[in-house]
């Protein structure tokens, strides 16, 4: 038996319900026609507009039809990541689910809470008979995680309400009211490989067990980048003994810090004993460095078979524009009351090398515009020096605070009324569809909450149980308090 009870539970019923339908970024076709069967099923108005999303609208309960039009939104798919000795394929199997004390966690996977719960309990208010709203549009949009083409691809007009609840964040107790804007930046080396020096030696270096995380909520933690960490020590040993790169592996989704990689190059002969001990020498270092925030991290070196590399021009650039990339956190908010929030940053997300091709992803994000076109412009400049192709997205906006917010002062007002205490008040460093929302929909009146989740975008992704209680009981005194139009 569990110590802890699933409450709510027609929440954590609903969350089950989801978790058994594969919902991959740009694959959520299930997902789609799942919830379309929900609202029509109970005599909903439902409809799907041509991106994908689904928008299912609940009539006011008796006596609240007078109320303003709430939007509760969430997204419906999930970030797909697992451990690397685990098998799962994200497009059939269903996640499974466990409890550690106040945690729900999953089995190796993603936990998919990242948006699954804010989905379950827009599903959870759809299925009731019991609860005080007033007229209710519940909004589930589809590729969030992988460039946020479902909010972008809604039509101005697909909402009606004046008032959105965004349930995908991911703290309790804690407001958000803007987030950042963002891009991503995909940089090839296109070549053919060639045959590798005569006498040269052979080497895979391997690492795995970095915590990772979410490239926006995450950045500002001190974790481990397996990319960098990875160009660091082949960019040293190019630079001391020479180097020809075979594969460089790291990393997988633009929106992930990277947790594992692996890359085989080839050293003179002579000085595979000296790249060993550098190699100890080195692991060692990065331990050291992140013996905080990353304890699991490892290690590992082996002779490997010959094979083509990369011609020495292109190998050299590649190894050392990864080593020149900035990474992480570029600039805080200069605001004194948010100087603790980081402006603008970049993640250096993946790279991987095939038969003729290396491909670099780095994803940027920043709450002022013009301070996220400078961090992309930083970023296509290296990779124009290194002779890469280099294709930019264009990217999402940043949400601006609305600073006569009704609907902020009532979700502040409604939770000192339940929990005696003021929540906080925040931008976010991470990118939220409402930024895309307030670009088509200008007067729209937004905050974001939700309950709290560690290890996003990882398997290490969990959600606490208690907090679902508390976010839930907020948003239904929300809903019973929304003004009159």
Request: with cysteine; net charge negative; glycine share 8%.
């Amino acid at each position: 038996m569990s110590k802890i009870e699933l409450k709510p539970a027609c929440v954590f019923e609903q969350f089950a319900r989801i978790n058994e339908i594969p919902r991959p970024s740009k694959r959520e076709e299930k997902m789609i026609e799942f919830l379309k069967n929900f609202g029509e099923s109970r005599g909903l108005e439902t409809k799907v507009d041509e991106t994908g999303n689904v928008i299912i609208r609940k009539p006011a309960t008796k006596g609240m039809e007078d109320r303003e039009t709430v939007i509760l939104q969430s997204h419906m798919d999930m970030v797909c990541e697992k451990l690397v000795d685990v098998e799962f394929d994200f497009d059939k199997d269903a996640i499974q689910t466990y409890v550690d004390g106040e945690w729900l966690c999953a089995k190796g996977t993603t936990l998919g809470a990242d948006d699954g719960i804010g989905c379950a309990m827009e599903m959870a208010i759809l299925d009731s008979d019991d609860i005080e709203h007033g007229p209710l549009e519940c909004v589930f949009t589809r590729d969030e995680e992988t460039g946020l083409t479902g909010a972008e691809g809604m039509k101005a007009g697909f909402m009606t309400g004046d008032m959105l609840i965004n349930l995908d964040s991911e703290d309790e107790g804690e407001i958000f009211v803007s987030c950042a804007g963002g891009r991503t930046t995909t940089a090839t080396f296109n070549f053919t490989r060639e045959a590798a020096p005569q006498g040269w030696f052979f080497v895979k270096t391997a690492l795995k067990g970095f915590v990772g995380g979410h490239s926006g909520g995450d950045i500002e933690k001190k974790r481990a980048n397996a990319v960098k960490t990875m160009a660091r020590f082949l960019y040293q040993t190019q630079e001391r003994y020479g180097l020809r790169l075979a594969q460089f592996c790291a990393g997988k989704l633009h929106n992930a810090i990277p947790r594992d990689g692996m890359a085989v190059f080839a050293v003179p002969a002579d000085k595979k004993d000296q790249v060993k001990a550098d190699w100890n020498v080195f692991t060692a270092q990065v331990e050291e460095e992140y013996h905080v925030t990353e304890k699991s991290m490892e290690f590992s070196m082996e002779s490997a078979e010959a094979e083509p590399v990369l011609p020495l021009e292109v190998s050299t650039r590649v190894v050392q524009v990864m080593q020149a990339l900035d990474n992480g956190i570029f600039a805080m908010c200069q605001d004194e009351e948010i100087a603790w929030l980081v402006e603008t940053s970049n993640n250096v997300a993946s790279i991987v090398t095939s038969e003729n091709s290396a491909k670099v992803v780095c994803s940027h994000r920043s709450n002022v515009m013009s301070a996220l076109d400078n961090m992309a412009a930083t970023i296509k400049a290296a990779f124009q020096l290194a002779g890469a192709e280099v294709v930019q997205g264009e990217g999402y906006p940043a949400w601006k605070m609305r600073h006569d917010s009704k609907l902020t002062a009532l979700t502040v007002e409604t939770y000192k009324k339940l929990f005696g205490k003021a929540p906080k008040v925040l931008g976010i460093h991470a990118g939220l569809e409402c930024g895309l929302f307030s670009e088509k929909y200008p007067n729209l009146d937004m905050v974001s909450f939700g309950p709290t989740l560690r290890g996003v975008h990882s398997p290490d992704e969990r959600l606490h149980i208690p907090t679902v209680q508390m976010v839930w009981d907020h948003l239904l005194e929300i809903l019973k308090n929304i003004p009159q139009k």
